[in-house]
């Protein structure tokens, strides 16, 4: 079964300081992994996908991610946080198919501080 | 930037009774979705929709839930006999294509509350 998983709950970096959020993930065949954020009382904005092609995928608002297929990880990544990045960021996972779903992972929330 | 909308945006309903939670997805998009996250959880998957059909559902997805697109623009999720344990932020989401690598667009969610 396909699965993605976020192991910190919580993560906190100073603003200006580079920022990672882990996420590692478990699918037969090829991933199609997606990174979501989450302001308070907002939906899920999409920030980037990987497919295939470059490891290193740049998204929105400054953020990258960088897949890793021998660790099966897909960790975002950001060089210099903002105090407005702070909001709760969800890794997803999407099987092969038309109209598959996203399975999510448990979320992190990011606290940038000044 | 075009935008899934969401309507109501909480809802407070009696245990039993019916609820209809309303999505107006992007224009030129093909495919829709319902996730749910209930406080403090995860978001899950409730159901595809694509060509007036279900394309795929979750165990969650039992008998008391519908999903229907009564017209062009709307896309509707019913809960026919609502329960407690149905309490839960509500999104919608859509993609103009149903490949793997189509991102899917959510709406800022409808906040379900069952007393």
Known sequence: AQSVAQPEDQV???????LTVKCTYSVSGNPYLFWYVQYPNRGLQFLLKYITGDNLVKGSYGFE?????????FHLKKPSALVSDSALYFCAVRFTGTASKLTFGTGTRLQVTL | EPEVTQTPSHQVTQMGQEVILRCVPISNHLYFYWYRQILGQKVEFLVSFYNNEISE???????????????GSNFTLKI??????DSAMYFCASSFGGG????QHFGDGT????L
């Open chain 1, 12 to 18: 906190n970096v100073a603003e200006g300081n580079p």
């Open chain 1, 65 to 73: 991610a960088e897949f890793n297929k021998s660790q099966t990880s």
């Open chain 2, 57 to 71: 559902k979750s165990e969650i997805f039992d008998d008391q839930f519908s999903v229907e697109r009564p017209d």
């Open chain 2, 80 to 85: 026919r006999s609502t329960k407690l344990e």
């Open chain 2, 100 to 103: 793997p690598n189509q991102p």
């Open chain 2, 111 to 114: 906040r379900l509350s069952i």
